[in-house]
C-alpha cells in the first residue's frame, strides 16, 4: 500500500490563524506515522471573493490577469501553512506556479481550465517527486500553467481538483479533503434546515450530487479520482468522515440491441399513460423523448407487435399515429462525463463515422445513446470486447 497521503485544506476550513496551526498539526502528526504527505491549500475563507471584487474595482477585464489576481489567494496559504510547518519543525516547502517544483498544466478556459493530465503526471514525476523525498510540499490548489506559461484558475472550488489529480498520478493511499462539514447533505444545510447528514455514499451517487449543484467536492474532480476520498474536518481528522470508493473502471461500456417507436399524440395524450399503457403489455421503456411533433419511446423488447401498440393506443386517445424503426442499438458510456461537450467527444471515439446517432441521454456523468442499424454499428461490440444482446 502507498504511504503517500494527499492532504487538501480548503478555505472554508482556514479562517483564523490557529485553523493554520491546527492543519500544521494534523500534517506533523500524519508523517509522524510513517506517511508522505502531500498538501494541498486553497484561499482563506472569503478571500477568493474578495481578491475578485478588487480586480473588478480596478477595472481588470483580461481574464488571465484576473487569473493573477486571484492566485495571490492560495500563495498567502500556502505561505501561512509552510511557515507554520516549519515553526513546529517540520521541512516544508511551498509550490506556486514558476516555482522549479510546480507540476500542474491546464489548458482551456483561463478562468476555468482543465487539467492536462499526461503532462501532469510527467511533471510530478520529473519535479515533485523528487522534492517529496526531502520535504513536505505545499502546493497551491486551484490553478495551473498553460503551454505557454500562463496562470489558469480551475474553476470554483478547483484545489478539489488539484488534490485528486495528485492523488491519482501518486497513486495516493488516500486523498482528504479538510472542509467545515465530515460528510455530504440530503440539500444545503445553509438554505435547507431540513437537510440530514448522509452515513454513507457511492461513488455515482456522489458524482450525482456534486453534478446537480451540491458544493462540498466540485465536480470536475471526479473524472480524476482514482483513490479513495474522504471528507472530514480539523476536528475529526482522518479518524472520521465519509470515505467515498472511486470505481474500479472510470469508463465501461454496454452494448444492448432494443426497439423505438414514433409517436403523434392523440387529444388524450399523457406521456404517463403511455408509458403506463406499454407496461401493461409487457414493455418496458427506456426512454421517452419529445420532438417537435412526436415522442420517440425506446423500447427493451419486440415481443409485442407494432400493430398491438398502435390499436392500443388509438383506442386510448394517447396516438393520433405511430411509426417503428425495426431495431437500434443503445449504446450506454458510464463514466464521468461533466458536460456535453466530453460527451459528444465520446460518442465519436466509439461509432463508426457512418453511425446515425437518433438520440443521446446525458445525465449524472452517464451517456446513453441510441444508433439505428446501419451494418457498421455492429462492429462496436468486436472492437469495444463487449457482448451486445
Given at each position: 500500500m502507498s504511504d503517500v497521503i494527499v492532504m487538501k485544506f480548503g478555505g472554508s476550513t482556514l479562517t483564523s490563524g490557529?485553523?493554520?496551526?491546527?492543519?500544521?498539526?494534523?500534517?506533523?502528526?500524519?508523517?509522524?506515522?510513517?506517511?508522505?504527505?502531500?498538501?494541498?491549500?486553497?484561499?482563506?475563507?472569503?478571500?477568493?471573493?474578495?481578491?475578485?471584487?478588487?480586480?473588478?474595482?480596478?477595472?481588470?477585464?483580461?481574464?488571465?490577469?484576473?487569473?493573477?489576481?486571484?492566485?495571490?489567494?492560495?500563495?498567502?496559504?500556502?505561505?501561512?501553512?509552510?511557515?507554520?510547518?516549519?515553526?513546529?519543525?517540520?521541512?516544508?516547502?511551498?509550490?506556486?506556479?514558476?516555482?522549479?517544483?510546480?507540476?500542474?498544466?491546464?489548458?482551456?478556459?483561463?478562468?476555468?481550465a482543465e487539467v492536462e493530465l499526461?503532462?501532469?503526471?510527467?511533471?510530478?514525476?520529473?519535479?515533485?517527486?523528487?522534492?517529496?523525498?526531502?520535504?513536505?510540499?505545499?502546493?497551491?490548489?486551484?490553478?495551473?500553467?498553460?503551454?505557454a506559461g500562463h496562470l489558469q484558475l480551475l474553476g470554483r472550488g478547483g484545489a478539489d481538483t488539484t488534490a485528486v489529480v495528485l492523488g491519482n498520478i501518486l497513486k495516493a493511499r488516500e486523498v482528504v479533503l479538510f472542509k467545515d462539514v465530515d460528510t455530504l447533505f440530503s440539500a444545503d444545510p445553509k438554505t435547507n434546515k431540513g437537510a440530514v447528514p448522509l452515513s454513507s455514499?457511492?461513488?455515482?451517487?456522489?458524482?450525482?450530487?456534486?453534478?446537480?449543484?451540491?458544493?462540498?467536492?466540485?465536480?470536475?474532480?471526479f473524472k480524476y479520482l482514482g483513490t479513495p476520498l474522504?471528507?472530514?474536518t480539523l476536528k475529526k481528522g482522518l479518524s472520521g468522515g465519509l470515505i467515498i470508493t472511486p470505481p474500479q473502471s472510470q469508463l465501461q461500456l454496454k452494448v444492448e440491441r432494443t426497439f423505438m417507436i414514433s409517436i403523434i399524440p392523440g387529444e388524450k395524450f399523457y406521456l404517463a399513460d403511455a408509458v403506463q399503457l406499454m407496461q401493461g403489455l409487457g414493455v418496458n421503456v427506456y426512454a421517452a423523448l419529445p420532438g417537435k411533433a412526436s415522442y420517440a419511446f425506446f423500447l427493451?423488447?419486440?415481443?409485442?407487435?407494432?400493430a398491438d401498440l398502435h390499436d392500443a393506443l388509438i383506442r386510448r386517445g394517447l396516438a393520433k399515429a405511430l411509426t417503428r424503426i425495426s431495431q437500434v442499438t443503445e449504446i450506454?458510456?458510464?463514466?464521468?462525463?461533466?458536460?456535453?461537450?466530453?460527451?459528444?467527444?465520446?460518442?465519436?471515439?466509439?461509432?463508426?463515422?457512418?453511425?446515425?446517432?437518433?438520440?443521446?441521454?446525458?445525465?449524472?456523468?452517464?451517456?446513453?445513446?441510441?444508433v439505428s442499424e446501419k451494418?457498421?454499428?455492429a462492429r462496436i461490440n468486436v472492437q469495444n470486447g463487449v457482448n451486445g444482446s
Amino acid at each position: 500500500m502507498s504511504d503517500v497521503i494527499v492532504m487538501k485544506f480548503g478555505g472554508s476550513t482556514l479562517t483564523s490563524g490557529d485553523d493554520v496551526t491546527r492543519a500544521a498539526e494534523i500534517v506533523k502528526a500524519t508523517r509522524l506515522e510513517g506517511l508522505r504527505p502531500v498538501v494541498v491549500v486553497s484561499a482563506l475563507q472569503g478571500e477568493t471573493d474578495r481578491l475578485l471584487a478588487l480586480a473588478k474595482q480596478s477595472g481588470i477585464t483580461d481574464p488571465y490577469l484576473i487569473a493573477q489576481v486571484v492566485s495571490l489567494g492560495e500563495v498567502l496559504s500556502a505561505t501561512l501553512l509552510t511557515a507554520a510547518l516549519k515553526g513546529i519543525a517540520e521541512n516544508a516547502v511551498a509550490v506556486a506556479p514558476g516555482d522549479s517544483s510546480w507540476p500542474i498544466t491546464t489548458s482551456g478556459d483561463p478562468l476555468d481550465a482543465e487539467v492536462e493530465l499526461d503532462s501532469t503526471a510527467r511533471l510530478v514525476v520529473e519535479r515533485l517527486t523528487p522534492l517529496m523525498e526531502k520535504a513536505i510540499p505545499v502546493i497551491c490548489g486551484f490553478m495551473g500553467t498553460d503551454k505557454a506559461g500562463h496562470l489558469q484558475l480551475l474553476g470554483r472550488g478547483g484545489a478539489d481538483t488539484t488534490a485528486v489529480v495528485l492523488g491519482n498520478i501518486l497513486k495516493a493511499r488516500e486523498v482528504v479533503l479538510f472542509k467545515d462539514v465530515d460528510t455530504l447533505f440530503s440539500a444545503d444545510p445553509k438554505t435547507n434546515k431540513g437537510a440530514v447528514p448522509l452515513s454513507s455514499l457511492s461513488y455515482d451517487e456522489a458524482f450525482s450530487l456534486s453534478a446537480g449543484g451540491a458544493k462540498v467536492i466540485q465536480k470536475k474532480a471526479f473524472k480524476y479520482l482514482g483513490t479513495p476520498l474522504r471528507i472530514t474536518t480539523l476536528k475529526k481528522g482522518l479518524s472520521g468522515g465519509l470515505i467515498i470508493t472511486p470505481p474500479q473502471s472510470q469508463l465501461q461500456l454496454k452494448v444492448e440491441r432494443t426497439f423505438m417507436i414514433s409517436i403523434i399524440p392523440g387529444e388524450k395524450f399523457y406521456l404517463a399513460d403511455a408509458v403506463q399503457l406499454m407496461q401493461g403489455l409487457g414493455v418496458n421503456v427506456y426512454a421517452a423523448l419529445p420532438g417537435k411533433a412526436s415522442y420517440a419511446f425506446f423500447l427493451d423488447t419486440s415481443s409485442v407487435q407494432a400493430a398491438d401498440l398502435h390499436d392500443a393506443l388509438i383506442r386510448r386517445g394517447l396516438a393520433k399515429a405511430l411509426t417503428r424503426i425495426s431495431q437500434v442499438t443503445e449504446i450506454e458510456l458510464d463514466g464521468v462525463f461533466t458536460d456535453p461537450e466530453e460527451a459528444s467527444q465520446a460518442i465519436k471515439g466509439v461509432l463508426p463515422p457512418e453511425a446515425k446517432v437518433d438520440a443521446v441521454i446525458f445525465n449524472d456523468g452517464n451517456l446513453r445513446f441510441y444508433v439505428s442499424e446501419k451494418g457498421e454499428v455492429a462492429r462496436i461490440n468486436v472492437q469495444n470486447g463487449v457482448n451486445g444482446s
